[in-house]
């Protein structure tokens, strides 16, 4: 069956920017050219899709999944939809949502994984089942024969991540570190169309200094978050450092640190805070630390 799954998603995404095919093809390639990619007609090379990316503003890997995957843009709309429930806690429509994809038996192996991840994920949250099956059901979805396809996105770090989280809700830190520590924090792939690991990293960071906090060992939560701090100035991120800083303070704190040195810490966490309007990061503070924060 004629599949031009490409050229009409490279279309859509023209119509999108509102820009004509000449004004997608200047200083890449004839608007001729353009015309006979969106019909399906001839198959870019890898330097003209690459310069179509950047113009469409998506990674060149968005475009290689669709060549591999025909069904690839539908199925990443589902996963961004999915990725935004999750943000907004909304449980109970993923998991409609995904009882419905599963229904259809997907054939892409990574999407039923995916799915199947945030499926169990989601019944945990809903009290549909234990945390202990949550885990146990999770731990299986990274023991099946399909590592290479866990590659794919990070979703082999995702899980290991939820598999962590999910330990230290149970207070079992030792196991939660265990999952922690199979993430491979030095890679250096930016390739997922979907998310940024460099970005993502600093989720994984905050999350083992945190678990660390928990345990007590706070010189080695210590040196997680001035891992997560410096990284996040690296990448020019705000989305953890101000939980970085926040921590920071309380192992300072915690340790008897000069004043000054715990008040640094706090008055940095809430300057953070107070950019990305975290209002209840700030009353916190506001409540248990306001000895040490210059607010005058």
Same mark, same amino acid.
């Given at each position: 069956?004629?599949?031009?799954?490409?050229?009409?998603?490279?279309?859509?995404?023209?119509?999108?920017?509102?820009?004509?095919?000449?004004?997608?093809?200047?200083?890449?390639?004839?608007?001729?050219?353009?015309?006979?990619?969106?019909?399906?007609?001839?198959?870019?090379? #890898?330097?003209? #899709?690459?310069?179509?990316?950047?113009?469409?503003?998506?990674?060149?890997?968005?475009?290689?999944?669709?060549?591999?995957?025909?069904?690839?843009?539908?199925?990443?709309?589902?996963?961004?939809?999915?990725?935004?429930?999750?943000?907004?806690?909304?449980?109970?429509?993923? !998991?409609?949502?995904?009882?419905?994809? #599963?229904?259809?038996?997907?054939?892409?192996?990574?999407?039923?994984?995916?799915?199947?991840?945030?499926?169990?994920?989601?019944?945990? !949250?809903?009290?549909?089942?234990?945390?202990?099956?949550?885990?146990?059901?999770?731990?299986?979805?990274?023991?099946?024969?399909?590592?290479?396809?866990?590659?794919?996105?990070?979703?082999?770090?995702?899980?290991?991540?939820?598999?962590?989280?999910?330990?230290?809700?149970?207070?079992?830190?030792?196991?939660?570190?265990?999952?922690?520590?199979?993430?491979?924090?030095?890679?250096?792939?930016?390739?997922?169309?979907?998310?940024?690991?460099?970005?993502?990293?600093?989720?994984?960071?905050?999350?083992?200094?945190?678990?660390? !906090?928990?345990?007590?060992?706070?010189?080695?939560?210590?040196?997680?978050?001035?891992?997560?701090?410096?990284?996040?100035?690296?990448?020019?991120?705000?989305?953890?450092?101000?939980?970085?800083?926040?921590? #920071?303070?309380?192992?300072?704190?915690?340790?008897?640190?000069?004043?000054?040195?715990?008040?640094?810490?706090?008055?940095?966490?809430?300057?953070?805070?107070?950019?990305?309007?975290?209002?209840?990061?700030?009353?916190?503070?506001?409540?248990?630390?306001?000895?040490?924060?210059?607010?005058?």
């Amino acid at each position: 069956m004629f599949d031009n799954s490409l050229g009409s998603e490279i279309m859509r995404l023209r119509k999108e920017k509102n820009l004509t095919q000449k004004e997608l093809g200047e200083e890449i390639c004839t608007q001729a050219t353009i015309s006979m990619i969106e019909k399906g007609a001839i198959k870019p090379g #890898l330097d003209i #899709l690459y310069l179509i990316s950047l113009k469409l503003d998506k990674p060149i890997s968005y475009f290689a999944n669709i060549m591999l995957n025909e069904d690839y843009p539908l199925i990443n709309s589902i996963v961004q939809e999915l990725e935004s429930l999750t943000i907004s806690h909304n449980y109970q429509l993923i !998991y409609s949502i995904i009882k419905r994809e #599963l229904s259809f038996k997907p054939k892409d192996k990574w999407y039923e994984l995916f799915l199947h991840w945030h499926y169990f994920l989601s019944a945990y !949250y809903l009290n549909f089942i234990s945390i202990d099956i949550a885990i146990e059901r999770l731990i299986n979805l990274l023991n099946s024969k399909h590592n290479s396809i866990l590659k794919k996105d990070f979703l082999y770090d995702r899980i290991c991540n939820s598999i962590a989280i999910l330990y230290s809700t149970n207070k079992n830190y030792e196991k939660a570190l265990f999952f922690y520590n199979k993430i491979n924090l030095n890679i250096n792939d930016t390739m997922s169309p979907r998310l940024n690991h460099q970005v993502y990293k600093l989720r994984i960071i905050y999350n083992k200094a945190k678990t660390l !906090y928990d345990m007590n060992s706070l010189e080695e939560s210590k040196i997680q978050i001035e891992i997560g701090i410096k990284s996040s100035i690296n990448l020019e991120n705000m989305s953890f450092i101000g939980s970085f800083y926040y921590y #920071l303070g309380l192992i300072q704190e915690k340790l008897n640190y000069k004043k000054e040195d715990i008040s640094h810490s706090f008055n940095k966490a809430y300057f953070f805070f107070n950019i990305l309007d975290r209002k209840m990061y700030k009353e916190i503070m506001e409540k248990e630390h306001r000895v040490f924060l210059n607010l005058d």
